[in-house]
């Protein structure tokens, strides 16, 4: 089951890519990101209510669901549709690859969360494919002020987002569904992300284009309501940085789809990279599930001997 809710979010998130980029006009980035996200929330809501999925929440909660909401759908996005104006595209993509990184090292501070060497063996055969998926943008930056802004956006996007999982194990262990965790803080990053555009007196616009339209729908919808709930769940499955590991997946149908609608060429370097991407998420996903079974199953010889 959680083999296939992670090619489901690769699939997701992969198709994103481009639904964001088509999404860039006319309306202002934060605009556009609101209704994503109160599209999103309203969704989520509706049919919580309808299917009682909603778990009433205490007060005690909501402030750490507040910092979720500003972490995963309000700083993490501004930071990340920014960066793009002042580094290439492919450069945000491999600073995002490695949110499995910052939720390792964030998972063993606040939960002390274990990896092992083929985790990060694996993180590292993975970033050095996706860079090979954009040696061209990477061959084409140079270090300069608008550089060091971008890089240093897209960084505090990562991290932002690795809050926002650490927050969710958080909540998960509070007894908290991903599924009201998500609803509840998706409003509060709609309440932050109003109360910006009101304060900047950005203009409520709308393209009724069927290509912004479709997109906004796509976005809102399957990589927001499914998307965003099955990435906790994925969380609380098999750990923040295995599930992380689908940002490093995504650029890969993100490709796939360009070349189809953009006319992106492969090469031998992006060929390369798709492989070491690939091999990657094998070192880091099955060998640790092995490792797992065998600490299990030692542990059941332990207890039968015990007996």
Known sequence: MSM???VLMVLLWGLSWIAIKWQQG?????????????????????VGKCFNKLQEVKCKHHKSLLLQGLCLFC????????????????????????APIFNALQGKIFFQTQTNGYFWLGMLVGLTGISLLFVHDLKAATLTEDMLTGIALSLLGTWCFSMGNMLSIRHTRAQLQPYTATTYAMF???????LMILLQGLPFTIDFSPLYLGSLFYLAIPASVLGFTL?????????AHSAAYVLVLTPIVALIVSSLFEGYQWTGYSTLGLFLIVMGNVIAQCKAAYLTRIKYGLMDKQVERSL
């Open 26 to 46: 006319d309306v202002a980035i934060l605009v556009s990101i609101f209704y994503r996200f109160a599209l999103a929330g309203t969704v989520l809501f509706i």
């Open 231 to 239: 990435f906790l769940v994925l969380v609380n499955r098999i750990g």
């Open 75 to 98: 700083f993490n996005f501004i930071a990340f549709y920014y960066a793009t104006q002042y580094i290439p595209s492919g450069l945000t993509a491999v600073i995002m690859a490695s």
């Open 4 to 6: 296939l809710l992670y």
């Open 188 to 194: 509060y990053g709609c309440a932050a992300l109003l």
